[in-house]
Nanobody, 125 residues
Framework: QVQLVESGGGLVQAGGSLRLSCAAS????????AGWFRQAPGQEREFLAA????????YYADSVKGRLTISRDNAKNTMYLQIDSLEPEDTADYYC??????????????????WGQGTQVTVSS
């Protein structure tokens, strides 16, 4: 199985940018479907983006398309989420997740098996 550890969260002013990292260990991340989710207090976990196995195909939620970029460094076995033009509404805990299984439901949290512990992002206005 793969272990995931997020980092890169913090406090940032609106309009700024952050790059979140998801370091994988135990298995090669490029052999998994991996994604980013976020969860704000009192809200459901929200899909943001996914990157698919070795082909590296990417998918984005419509609500964040254009502001987020998902990427992967195979040499570092690490996935990234670049978030630009941050808004206070982006304040949440951000999680990376992965699954070895094939599915067309890349935006469903229930489809992912392995999760990191999360990293908190706070955007001040």
């Amino acid at each position: 199985q793969v272990q995931l550890v997020e980092s890169g969260g913090g406090l940032v002013q609106a309009g700024g940018s952050l790059r979140l990292s998801c370091a994988a260990s135990g298995r090669t991340l490029s052999s998994y479907r991996a994604g980013w989710f976020r969860q704000a207090p009192g809200q459901e976990r929200e899909f943001l983006a996914a990157i698919i196995r070795s082909a590296g195909s990417t998918y984005y939620a419509d609500s964040v398309k254009g502001r987020l970029t998902i990427s992967r460094d195979n040499a570092k076995n690490t996935m990234y989420l670049q978030i630009d033009s941050l808004e206070p509404e982006d304040t949440a805990d951000y999680y990376c997740a992965a699954t070895p299984y094939y599915s067309d439901k890349v935006d469903r949290a229930s489809e992912y098996i392995y999760w990191g512990q999360g990293t908190q992002v706070t955007v001040s206005s």
